[in-house]
């Protein structure tokens, strides 16, 4: 399940506050949390929680606007972490999210600094794989450039975002995309690190937001063959984002109704 260690106004949880939360995740049966960046203490907070109740962390270097070079830092708050007896905690490293997507980098900016920070994570200790996460279209129009970097391929699918994907379709569309993200780069494992369905906001055609829907939706995901490589996100509803396209992205926090 996806986290992110934020309040309601967008303010850094405290400690306590992200042990709660993380606990719950435990209880409900996933076995990773996915953290998008080191920001608000993330690692030792979050990854520390996940150590005390049994889970992996998937930690993930964020890439914004600013580009590549800020998104080194994280690189060092990584190793820093990972050297104080913590490695085995981390099980998969995701070095930008929608970067390309974003138009924060291009692919061969991307690929290139996947290869070094995998050369850094690799000195410092880590044996486990790296990749990054775009939308199956931006992977599929890139993969010439990031398939020989990553050691597992990985996609954001996201069944809200197809106007021809109802709720009660939605296992079966992230199965089918999970297998053709695997395509993209034969050999290596297939990922979709975000996959979630929004509780409020406007249609997008056959994809209708809502408590019911949300329910349906993710508990058809979970029973899919992508379930066991399948982020569900989120874990609880983020009101310090905008609102995005048809009103939905505050909306997707599903941990209640699991």
Not at 26 to 40: E, K, P
Not at 98 to 119: D, H, R
Not at 136 to 159: E, F, H, R
Request: proline content about 4%.
């Amino acid at each position: 399940m996806s986290y992110t260690p934020y309040t309601t106004t967008g303010a850094c949880k405290t400690a306590d506050e992200v042990n709660s939360d993380i606990a719950q995740i435990a209880s409900i049966g996933f076995s990773s949390v996915r953290l998008y960046a080191t920001d608000c203490s993330g690692l030792p907070n979050v990854g520390g929680a996940c150590k005390n109740h049994g889970l992996k962390l998937i930690a993930g270097i964020f890439i914004d606007e600013s580009g590549i070079s800020k998104a080194s830092e994280q690189v060092s708050d990584i190793t820093s972490w990972g050297n104080q007896g913590n490695w085995d905690t981390i099980e998969m490293i995701v070095i930008g999210n929608e970067a390309i997507f974003n138009n924060y980098c291009t692919a061969e900016e991307l690929a290139g600094f996947i290869t070094s920070t995998k050369e850094t994570l690799k000195s410092a200790g880590y044996t486990g794989p790296c990749t990054t996460t775009e939308p199956l279209g931006t992977l599929m129009a890139n993969k010439g450039a990031i398939c020989g970097v990553v050691d597992v391929v990985a996609a954001n699918i996201q069944p809200f975002f197809n106007a021809a994907v109802s709720a009660s379709d939605a296992g079966s569309f992230v199965a089918s995309q999970l297998e053709l993200t695997g395509e993209q780069c034969p050999g290596k494992t297939a990922y979709n690190l975000e996959c979630g369905w929004p509780s409020n906001g406007s249609p997008n055609g056959e994809a209708v937001p809502g408590p019911e829907q949300q329910k349906e939706a993710i508990g058809g995901v979970l029973g899919s063959s992508a379930a066991s490589h399948t982020v569900i996100f989120s874990f609880e509803n983020d009101a310090w984002k905008g609102s995005g396209d048809y009103g939905v992205e505050p909306y997707f926090g599903c941990a209640d109704i699991l």
